[in-house]
């Protein structure tokens, strides 16, 4: 019989008025594998850190057991649930023998057992049959075994539950369920865990169970056979969802043609030494550009946006070759770009709803085009926000990334552009959001916009796009 190693009973928690917990429980058995679901406030985030110990504030009742100790100090939870995050590697010199030892040796310790740290390390790999080497640096790993590392060093400090609060950036659909594959034979009699993402694929993938949330309760606990279809999952989450597909996706770089419809072109885009790619989009298309290596992927945004100039990179525009184009000349032509949607970086945080959609429309459109064009984001502030707030003084810093999400969409729409480039445009979405970005994506290209999205994987974009390019 499986043992028991997170119990929940009963667990009520007020964070602020909009984040809370009603009722919770549920129980996690060694070897499992939960994958948490639920949109944005609907309360899996704020389990998640009430879990890890990084939220204390609050009224909260209820009872918590792990390993079978009743826990009387919820402040020491983190000493037993690990959490995974890509930040964890933000030091990449370290080896991976220090990467698992640092922790209770501190560097001077480190430096004088640096031999014995690396027999430490090898004892655990050899304990769990992982041919990985402990005297490399922790840059050199792919980033599946980076992850799988992780797993290891949870199980060195003791940890019960591994949390894993990651998107997997750099991973493919196959590397990601190769990496559930190892993850389940890792935790085997040792640990449990929970997935806690915005990724459908990734929840589905590394789950053998849900436990879904909707707005501080749990609405469904089964096993991940239980649900068939996305639209059965979206009944618990939304109760209805509506998207729209695409008929027609391309695979490859090359364009289906029409030339005169055309906006932009870019020359020479350096993607790595020796690579270099040339793309044509073309008035109304979706294309999405899918990259594995994050800083590729991030050298094509930055480079297609403008905000980066690569080497004998050129532009063509309305027929005209520009060289070495910035952010802002190219946003003159009526090319824009969202790099992080849903986040505070999009937005003017201390300015009002009204006027940060104003702002890009300035001498772009008349007044009365803009009074007739926001009526609709101002409908659905109210509807989000409540009825008696008034729209125009509510500040951007008071919103949450639902609300930027739509405002920012909303707020380009208006501007009308002709090229609209985003980057991971879900990568901050709910289950609600990723339905209303491919909304935004249709509409833009029904107004004639050319949209690009630069990805990493083919979950949410494949009914959507025009033409995939995958860059290899």
């Known amino acids: 019989m499986k043992k028991e190693l997170l119990r929940i009973n009963h667990l009520n928690c007020t964070y602020t008025p909009t984040r809370k917990l009603e009722n919770v429980s549920f129980c996690i058995l060694e070897g499992e594998c939960i994958g948490f679901l639920g949109l944005t406030y609907s309360g899996k985030d704020l389990l998640s850190g009430v879990l890890r110990g990084k939220l204390t504030e609050g009224k909260r009742v209820g009872t918590i057991y792990i390993d079978g100790q009743k826990i009387d100090d919820w402040e020491i939870l983190n000493q037993k649930i690990y959490c995974l995050r890509p930040d ?43 041919m990985i080497e402990v005297s490399e640096r922790m840059k050199k790993l792919s980033e599946s075994e980076k992850r799988i590392v992780d797993i290891v060093k949870a199980y060195r400090q003791g940890a019960k539950i591994v949390i ?158 520009h060289e070495n184009m910035d952010c802002y000349e190219i946003a003159g032509e009526k090319i824009v770009s969202i790099r992080a949607l849903g986040s505070r970086e999009e937005v003017f945080e201390h300015m009002t709803v009204e006027e940060n959609l104003m702002l890009p429309s300035l001498k772009k459109i008349s007044f009365w085009d803009y009074l007739r064009t926001s009526r609709g984001i101002r409908k659905m502030m109210l509807e989000e926000l409540g009825e008696e707030q008034n729209i125009k003084n509510i500040k951007m810093e008071e919103l949450g990334s639902n609300e930027r999400i739509r405002m920012t969409l909303e707020r380009w729409y208006i501007f009308n552009p002709n090229v609209l480039i985003l980057f991971e445009p879900f990568a901050l979405c709910d289950a609600n959001n990723v339905a209303v970005v491919k909304k935004y994506v249709k509409k833009f290209s029904n107004k004639g916009t050319a949209v690009v999205i630069v990805n990493t994987r083919e979950e949410y974009v494949e009914d959507i796009s025009d033409r995939i390019i995958r860059i290899r």
């Not at 990467?99 to 769990?128: I, K, P, Q, T």
């Not at 085997?188 to 909707?214: E, H, P, Q, R, T």
Request: charged letters at 30%.
């Open 164 to 321: 894993i609060e990651d998107e997997f950036e750099g991973m493919s659909q196959d590397d990601i369920i190769k990496f559930g594959k190892i993850m389940h034979r890792l935790i085997a009699g040792k640990m449990g865990v929970i997935i806690n993402s915005n990724s459908n694929f990734i929840s589905s993938a590394l789950s053998d169970k849900y436990v879904i949330f909707n707005k501080g309760h749990i609405v469904k606990k089964c096993a991940r056979e239980y649900i068939k279809t996305e639209e059965q999952l979206e009944q618990y989450l939304l109760g209805n969802s509506e998207v729209s597909a695409k008929s027609n996706v391309f695979a490859g770089t090359e364009s289906p043609g029409y030339d005169d419809d055309v906006v932009y072109r870019v020359r020479n885009l350096k993607i790595r030494k020796d690579y270099k790619e040339t793309f044509d989009f073309i008035k109304g298309e979706v294309v999405t550009i899918l990259v594995q290596g994050r800083r590729e992927k991030e050298q094509i945004f930055l480079t297609l946006s403008g905000r980066e100039q690569s080497g004998d990179t050129y532009y063509i525009l309305n027929g005209k070759r």
């Open 88 to 130: 964890n590697y933000i030091i990449e010199d370290w080896t991976v023998a220090e990467y698992l030892c640092l922790v209770d040796s501190g560097w001077s310790g480190a430096f004088w057992r640096r031999s014995r740290l690396e027999e430490e390390a090898e004892e655990l790999f050899s304990e769990f049959d992982l």
